[in-house]
């Protein structure tokens, strides 16, 4: 029994496919996993990003609650001293002699 030379060649040619296949599988297997872990990372420091920016918008919010206090605090103050001020006037006024 005799082989053909014909038939080895594409024999040889199947195995070469097939071989190819599974290269081509292996490789996209091993980028599918890289690109996995590139997406986790970039994922994770986009999370830690915006935690830090979280953690700042809070901050912001403590300090402008803080000031809008300190504000309506100096605007009881102001308004007491301008009623202590137009009662002083008033007084200044009796106690003075009148121009003319």
């Known amino acids: 029994m005799t082989v053909e030379l014909g038939t080895l060649i594409s024999i040889g040619s199947a195995l070469i496919a097939i071989l190819s296949v599974i290269i081509a599988y292996l490789t996209y297997q091993s980028k599918k996993t890289n690109l996995t872990k590139s997406d986790t990372k970039e994922n994770a420091e986009v999370k830690a990003g915006l935690d830090y920016i979280r953690k700042g918008v809070d901050d912001i919010r403590i300090d402008l609650k ?14 007491r001293v301008e009623e202590s001020s137009k009662q002083a006037h008033k007084r200044i006024d009796k106690i003075s002699p009148e121009k003319g």
């Open 66 to 79: 803080a000031n809008e206090k300190q504000i309506n605090h100096l605007s009881e103050r102001v308004t």
